[in-house]
C-alpha cells in the first residue's frame, strides 16, 4: 500500500484548509484528511461538510449522500433490473493520473473566469467559475478527449463548479465546456426537474468519488456512483434528468444500489472491505450512462494513493450480488 507519503501530504495541506494560511488564488490544494472516521462522521472536503443532514431522514427526507440504507426496502423491480445488467464491478479510477476524476480545492478569493456553455446552456449554471489555470481535468495529462468533467470546490463559500467536456482556452483566460452546474454545500437544494449537470443525472459528483483520505483513514460514509450502458427514461430523486430508452427493466437515473448483507467480504483486502462496506451501508447511485457496473474514485495527482492489485480484487464481485432499494417514485 502506497498510503504513507499521501498522509502526510493531507496533514500537511489540513491547515491551510481549516484556519491556518489561506490559499493563493490557482493553488491547488490536497484534499485535506476527513475527521476521525466514524459511522456517525460526515464527510468534509476543503473544510466544508458535504451537505448538511437535518432531519428527518429516511425514504422521504432531505439527507440523499449520507444517510445509512442498510434497511431501506428492496425496490419491487430489483430482480428484473439485477437480471438486465450482466457483469462485475470494475472500479473506474487506479494507480495512473489520468484513471479516475480529479478535483481541485481554491480559495474563495480565486479569480472567476468566463465559461461558454455549448450543448446545454439552458439547463447550465451561468460562468464566471473559479477556475485556475493549472486545474486538473479528467483524463489528463494522457487524454485530452472523453468525458473530462472539470470539478472545483471553492472553500469558504463551499460551492461546488462541475463541468463537462471542458476545455481551457487563451491559458485559462476563459473556458469551453458541453455543461456546468453549481451546487452549494451548504444546502440539500436540488437542480430544477428536467436538468441535468456534468452527470447525465443532474446530479454532483465530488460528493460520490471514494476520495483517497477517506480510505486512508478507514472509512467511506456517503453513497457512491454507478454507471450503466442503457438506462430507463426516467429519474428517481435526487436524479434530476434521465438519460435512456423505453425500456423499462432497466434502472432509471437516481436508483439506488446496495450490496446484498449477506454477501461475505471477510476475504477481501483492506481497501476492498472499506468500499464494500459504504456499498452495503450507503449503496450507489445510477449517475451516468457508460460501462456496467464502473463505480468512480479520486484521480489525478493524488491518485498515487491507489494499489491497481488491491482494486483489482473488488473485480471479482458480481452484479447479481446486488439489490436495488427503494428511495421513490420514477419521474419524467
Known amino acids: 500500500m502506497r498510503y504513507t507519503a499521501c498522509i502526510l501530504i493531507l496533514l500537511s495541506a489540513l491547515t491551510a484548509c481549516n484556519g491556518g494560511t489561506p490559499l493563493a488564488p490557482g493553488q491547488l490544494s490536497v484534499p485535506p484528511m476527513q475527521h476521525a472516521a466514524s459511522s456517525s462522521t460526515v464527510p468534509v472536503v476543503g473544510g466544508c461538510q458535504v451537505f448538511p443532514t437535518p432531519p428527518p431522514s429516511g425514504p422521504s427526507g432531505e439527507d440523499w449522500w449520507n444517510q445509512d440504507i442498510s434497511k431501506y426496502p428492496l425496490d419491487p423491480k430489483s430482480a428484473t433490473y439485477i437480471a438486465h445488467l450482466p457483469g462485475n464491478l470494475h472500479p473506474d479510477f487506479g494507480h495512473e493520473a489520468y484513471y479516475g476524476i480529479p478535483f481541485n480545492i481554491v480559495p474563495a478569493t480565486q479569480p472567476k473566469v468566463p465559461v461558454h456553455f455549448l450543448n446545454y446552456p439552458s439547463s447550465s449554471d451561468p460562468g464566471p467559475y473559479p477556475i485556475p489555470p493549472n486545474a486538473e481535468v ?195
Open 138 to 332: 479528467e483524463g489528463q495529462p494522457r487524454y485530452h478527449t472523453g468525458d473530462r468533467h472539470l470539478l472545483v470546490l471553492q472553500q469558504g463559500t463551499c460551492k461546488l463548479y462541475e463541468m463537462w467536456e471542458a476545455v481551457q482556452k487563451s491559458g485559462g483566460k476563459y473556458w469551453d465546456a458541453a455543461n456546468g452546474a453549481v451546487f452549494n454545500l451548504s444546502s440539500n437544494a436540488m437542480r430544477p426537474k428536467g436538468w441535468t449537470s456534468a452527470d447525465a443525472a443532474g446530479l454532483p459528483i465530488l460528493p460520490a468519488l471514494i476520495k483517497c483520505d477517506e480510505v486512508a483513514a478507514g472509512s467511506i460514509n456517503h453513497a457512491l456512483r454507478v454507471t450503466f450502458n442503457e438506462t430507463y427514461n426516467g429519474f428517481i430523486t435526487p436524479a434530476r434528468h434521465e438519460a435512456g430508452n423505453s425500456d423499462t427493466s432497466l434502472p432509471p437515473m437516481g436508483a439506488r444500489f446496495r450490496l446484498k448483507a449477506s454477501f461475505n467480504i471477510a476475504h477481501f483486502n483492506r481497501v476492498s472491505q472499506i468500499i464494500l462496506t459504504a456499498m452495503k451501508k450507503y449503496g450507489m447511485l445510477v449517475a451516468d450512462n457508460g460501462s456496467n457496473w464502473y463505480f468512480q474514485g479520486q484521480g489525478g495527482k493524488e491518485a498515487a494513493c491507489w494499489n491497481d492489485n488491491e482494486l483489482d480484487q473488488l473485480k471479482s464481485v458480481p452484479g447479481t450480488a446486488f439489490e436495488v432499494v427503494k428511495t421513490g417514485p420514477i419521474e419524467h
